[in-house]
């Protein structure tokens, strides 16, 4: 046992005692030796020291080549910190750091025993080393040949699978030096000091500049500037690193066509040598972004959409190389692994004095680098136009926080359409790519793209299933099948399990997945994968990565080669125990296997999920989302277990106080476990802790309230089920109020969120849970003979017969209830909808029954919503028009903001109306015509994805009426020829 553990267990404590550590470094400061290590550029330092010597030696920003960038723990987010400045030096301090010797995840280690007991959060940093050393040459200052953590890293990599390393002794003997010599390891007897002296002289200062690639050299940024002036190292660096300024004269790696068509797109080869197929999105991009925008005053943001393989990529290549060629924008484009700096932007601006066009794949990705960047451009009104591209999904998932910022001008890329697939097809005559196509004639060649077996398909699936002659599915395995030898075959897929989730995989993961090293990599399986995988550098950390040439076949190969459930969970499990959460990539990676609803589908064996949570875990103890992520799918798979649920989704909301995703997962955990308790106490309980926790929640929040419904179904549900044949009045009056509750709240819910699907599924549950009707009908029925307690019984009476077709019985308790309190707001307002549903409409009747639903100044808005459309059916279009305004100016702004998804009982009646097109906007167009008297609203997802690009001004339409707040929006709208 070392001093410090005695003095630790004796009762001085770990504070104490770190402190006193903190003070015997006071007085001291850093050598010469130490700042000279300063003019160097290194891949990484890493110590397992805990002084502040290297920070203080780098502070001195004249001589330093490098900034340091220390990391003591694992969670730590490399690419973003190394990311923040131009030349980041990556400082591992493996045993802690003096400036944090009091955060207790990661204690000072005073000694190699502790390391056992503490390296708890700081594993991932001793496995970075261990991936560098794989690809470095590794120095050992201040070790001696018998020091153990020497031994440990030896021992871990094989003397021929790395390069030479070097150790720094100044006691070594020839026969140490001849020993480990023959473990690919150099020993130089000589210390610290003398090393650095000699190196210093060794190495001219002018050659530790990092040099410069020629694109920097040449600089063509220049020829945008308003004067003769000189940029500054960090937009240099930035245009090297960060971004690639896109231009007529831009360098390219070779790019084949038919590599191209395959899915292989090696960066601007194809562009440059026009391969890709002009395109609606491109051409649309340009006109929104540079003609109808061509002197923005703040930043403007676009989105391609379209899902994975569909062409988003190329589309939006095809337009940053054409605004910048064609129209001499200043275009630049995100590199993968590049960072966006507001400093940087406003000295382009400042250079230039235009609009900056920066172009971004994958916007999900860089929703961390983009949010500042735009806070950065908005504060100081520089003309930054940002075009991105990104899957749906993802958009949905990833980027609400930067939607909140400054939320897109969105723009589709989806089916080809005729032009396009003939584009195409001239295209692949051209290149001699037609494959199996060559064998039809022109038409059928168009009909085969048009067709309705692949007018929905991907365009990447469609090019491989035309072209070759197989399902894309089989394609692809046979791909993978053909890949030799079985080491490279396995390797493939490891690749393809991380690349599905659209990240780069990192070169140290797949070492430690597969012990397989870069320079394996390159010396063995670069040849049996070429053409499949492809290479990449993060140009702050260094990293080497991999990608499959489509994020789509990727998915594809891991689907049908792990096929069953241990194999799933065997790859993932593979994978996850590789995984750093502390790079982003790693970290989107984890987040996308661990999602507890897709594991829940994905498996049938719930045992096989868990090893998956078990690993992750591990891998990353301080992510709190893996533990609600556990706790959803334990609570939502049919073999979980729903205490797990619970106990996980406490941990995860302990770990993040506060978090309200967390709180909701413990919402519905708490709910679900009240619906499996046969002890009604207990079942009250977990139903009061899920009201507990939904209290927490803002109350107009979505989830809130679909889960406050759910509760309300599963207790009316109950109730339904447990009513004896003759119930009490108080009985019969729980039942009564917990039905009106749960009625009320859904038909609200739904006014708020018309657009949600889970609303209406929500109200279909309802109905379908009251599977004893006859007993549920019976007790209401009961309390509503025994005397009058306002509509709502009746009312919910009604609901029934109207679920069971019992139109006359639906009419007679109407009726009753009307002729109970004839000004019943909520009576009039039900035998309205009842009279609707006849076939033939007493109009006098129904518009009065809806009058009298509502007066002067109530906030009965949907009555009022009913009316309006029924005043429109049955033409009556002044009064409809005085209507829906009402209601749009008073109504809460959640009310009918959209067109409900199905038709109801009004709108199903109406025919197909006919208009043209009057404007056309980025989201919407509207129609003028003669059926009503104001322009009607057309949202852009209501055209046909085939021809919504090709709508123009005056062109004749027809199209079907549903109703919002504001009026008619039309709905199925297809062009007249």
């Known amino acids: 046992m070392s001093v410090a553990e005695m003095a630790i267990n004796t009762g001085a404590g770990a504070n104490l005692v770190f402190d006193e550590v903190n003070n015997s470094f006071s007085g001291f400061h850093t050598s010469e030796t130490h700042r000279l290590v300063s003019e160097f550029n290194w891949r990484a330092i890493a110590t397992t020291n805990y002084d502040l010597f290297l920070e203080e030696a780098y502070s001195d920003t004249k001589r330093r080549k490098q900034v340091l960038i220390p990391f003591v723990k694992d969670d730590e987010p490399v690419d973003t910190r190394m990311g923040s400045v131009s030349f980041p030096l990556q400082y591992l301090k493996l045993h802690g750091c003096l400036n944090h010797r009091l955060d207790k995840d990661i204690p000072l280690i005073l000694?190699?025993?502790?390391?056992?007991?503490?390296?708890?959060?700081?594993?991932?940093?001793?496995?970075?080393?261990?991936?560098?050393?794989?690809?470095?040459?590794?120095?050992?200052?201040?070790?001696?040949?018998?020091?153990?953590?020497?031994?440990e890293i030896i021992y871990k990599l094989d003397a021929q699978n790395r390069p030479r390393w070097y150790l720094i002794d100044p006691s070594?003997?020839?026969?140490?030096?001849?020993?480990?010599?023959?473990?690919?390891?150099?020993?130089?007897?000589?210390?610290?000091?003398?090393?650095?002296?000699?190196?210093?002289?060794?190495?001219?200062?002018?050659?530790?500049?990092?040099?410069?690639?020629?694109?920097?050299?040449?600089?063509?940024?220049?020829?945008?500037?308003?004067?003769?002036?000189?940029?500054?190292?960090?937009?240099?660096?930035?245009?090297?690193?960060?971004?690639?300024?896109?231009?007529?004269?831009?360098?390219?790696?070779?790019?084949?066509?038919?590599?191209?068509?395959?899915?292989?797109?090696?960066?601007?080869?194809?562009?440059?040598?026009?391969?890709d197929v002009k395109r609606k999105a491109s051409e649309e991009v340009l006109f929104k972004a540079l003609l109808e925008n061509e002197s923005p005053n703040d930043p403007v943001f676009f989105l391609l959409r379209g899902p994975a393989g569909s062409g988003k990529t190329i589309a939006l290549k095809r337009a940053a190389f054409d605004a910048a060629t064609a129209n001499q924008a200043l275009v630049l484009w995100l590199k993968e692994g590049g960072q966006l700096r507001p400093d940087v932007f406003q000295e382009i601006y400042d250079l230039c004095q235009q609009p900056i066009y920066l172009f971004v794949d994958e916007v999900a990705l860089h929703t961390e680098k983009l949010i500042p960047l735009l806070k950065a451009m908005k504060s100081r009104h520089i003309p930054l136009v940002i075009i991105g591209a990104e899957r749906e999904a993802d958009w949905t998932t990833y980027c609400n926080s930067l939607e909140e910022i400054l939320p897109p001008q969105f723009l589709r890329v989806g089916m080809l359409s005729r032009p396009e697939v003939e584009g195409l097809l001239d295209l692949l005559e051209r290149h001699n790519c037609l494959g199996e196509l060559k064998e039809k004639n022109r038409n059928e060649r168009i009909d085969a793209f048009m067709s309705e077996e692949?007018?929905?398909?991907?365009?990447?699936?469609?090019?491989?299933?035309?072209?070759?002659?197989?399902?894309?599915?089989?394609?692809?395995?046979?791909?993978?099948?053909?890949?030799?030898?079985?080491?490279?075959?396995?390797?493939?897929?490891?690749?393809?399990?991380?690349?599905?989730?659209?990240?780069?995989?990192?070169?140290?993961?797949?070492?430690?997945?597969?012990?397989?090293?870069f320079r394996d990599y390159e010396q063995r399986f670069f040849l049996p994968l070429k053409g499949m995988v492809t290479v990449g550098q993060d140009p702050y950390t260094g990293d080497y990565t991999y990608k499959t040439r489509h994020a789509r076949i990727a998915a594809l190969l891991f689907r049908q080669v792990c096929s069953d459930d241990q194999t799933k969970s065997d790859q993932f499990t593979r994978i996850v125990k590789a995984l750093d959460a502390g790079y982003s990539s790693d970290s989107r990676t984890l987040g996308e296997i661990c999602k507890g609803r897709n594991l829940s589908k994905q498996f049938t064996a719930s045992s096989e999920v868990r090893k998956i949570y078990d690993a992750a875990v591990i891998a990353a103890p301080m992510q709190a989302y893996l533990y609600q992520q556990w706790a959803i799918f334990e609570s939502t798979h049919p073999s979980g277990d729903i205490s797990s649920a619970e106990r996980l989704a406490e941990t995860a909301a302990s770990m993040e106080p506060g978090n309200t995703t967390f709180i909701h997962t413990q919402a519905e955990v708490a709910r679900k476990r009240a619906n499996i308790e046969n002890s009604p106490v207990l079942k009250d309980q977990q139903r009061r802790l899920t009201r507990t926790f939904l209290a927490k929640l803002p109350k107009e929040n979505r989830f809130t309230i679909s889960t406050r419904c759910k509760l309300l179904i599963d207790e009316l549900s109950e109730m339904s089920a447990t009513l004896p044949d003759d119930p009490t009045d108080s009985q019969e009056r729980a039942f009564d109020e917990k039905f009106r509750d749960a009625d009320l709240s859904i038909s609200r819910a739904q006014q708020m969120f018309p657009d949600d699907a889970e609303m209406f599924e929500i109200e279909a549950r309802l109905w379908r849970e009251l599977q004893n009707k006859d007993k549920a009908l019976t007790a209401l029925e009961r309390a509503w003979k025994k005397g009058p307690r306002g509509s709502g019984t009746a009312l919910r009476i009604s609901r029934i017969y109207s679920d069971l077709g019992r139109s006359d019985d639906e009419l007679l308790v109407l009726k009753e209830a009307l002729s109970r309190e004839p000004e019943d707001k909520g009576a009039h307002f039900a035998m309205a909808q009842h009279l609707l549903k006849n076939e033939t409409w007493d109009e006098e009747l129904i518009i009065n029954?809806?009058?009298?639903?509502?007066?002067?100044?109530?906030?009965?808005?949907?009555?009022?919503?009913?009316?309006?459309?029924?005043?429109?059916?049955?033409?009556?279009?002044?009064?409809?028009?005085?209507?829906?305004?009402?209601?749009?100016?008073?109504?809460?702004?959640?009310?009918?903001?959209?067109?409900?998804?199905?038709?109801?009982?009004?709108?199903?009646?109406?025919?197909?109306?006919?208009?043209?097109?009057?404007?056309?906007?980025?989201?919407?167009?509207?129609?003028?015509?003669?059926?009503?008297?104001?322009?009607?609203?057309?949202?852009?997802?209501?055209?046909?994805?085939?021809?919504?690009?090709?709508?123009?001004?005056?062109?004749?339409?027809?199209?079907?009426?549903?109703?919002?707040r504001v009026g008619p929006v039309a709905v199925n709208i297809t062009l007249n020829t």
């Open 454 to 517: 692949q007018a929905d398909r991907q365009l990447l699936v469609a090019l491989h299933i035309l072209t070759k002659g197989l399902p894309f599915e089989k394609i692809v395995l046979n791909e993978y099948e053909s890949v030799n030898p079985d080491e490279a075959q396995r390797l493939y897929l490891d690749i393809a399990t991380m690349h599905q989730f659209c990240v780069p995989v990192r070169a140290g993961t797949i070492s430690r997945i597969s012990g397989i090293s």
């Open 849 to 964: 029954h809806l009058k009298e639903s509502f007066e002067q100044g109530d906030h009965n808005f949907e009555p009022r919503y009913i009316l309006a459309q029924f005043y429109f059916s049955v033409g009556r279009l002044d009064d409809a028009v005085s209507t829906f305004k009402y209601v749009d100016k008073q109504a809460p702004s959640q009310f009918r903001r959209f067109s409900p998804r199905k038709d109801n009982v009004i709108t199903e009646r109406l025919g197909e109306f006919r208009g043209h097109i009057e404007s056309i906007l980025e989201r919407f167009s509207f129609i003028r015509s003669g059926s009503y008297p104001e322009r009607i609203y057309a949202p852009r997802s209501e055209f046909d994805e085939a021809i919504v690009d090709d709508i123009e001004l005056s062109q004749s339409v027809s199209f079907r009426l549903r109703f919002n």
């Open 172 to 275: 070594a003997e020839e026969e140490d030096i001849n020993f480990w010599s023959s473990k690919n390891f150099d020993v130089i007897p000589c210390t610290f000091s003398e090393f650095m002296k000699t190196l210093d002289e060794s190495i001219p200062k002018l050659l530790r500049f990092i040099v410069p690639s020629d694109e920097s050299v040449n600089f063509p940024l220049r020829n945008f500037y308003i004067s003769p002036t000189h940029e500054s190292t960090d937009l240099r660096r930035s245009l090297e690193r960060d971004v690639t300024l896109v231009h007529a004269a831009m360098s390219a790696f070779e790019q084949t066509a038919e590599q191209f068509y395959s899915g292989y797109d090696t960066g601007w080869g194809a562009i440059i040598n026009r391969f």
């Open 111 to 151: 000694s190699w025993e502790q390391y056992s007991n503490y390296s708890k959060n700081r594993t991932r940093l001793f496995n970075r080393l261990i991936d560098l050393s794989h690809e470095c040459p590794v120095i050992f200052v201040g070790y001696g040949l018998a020091d153990s953590h020497i031994r």
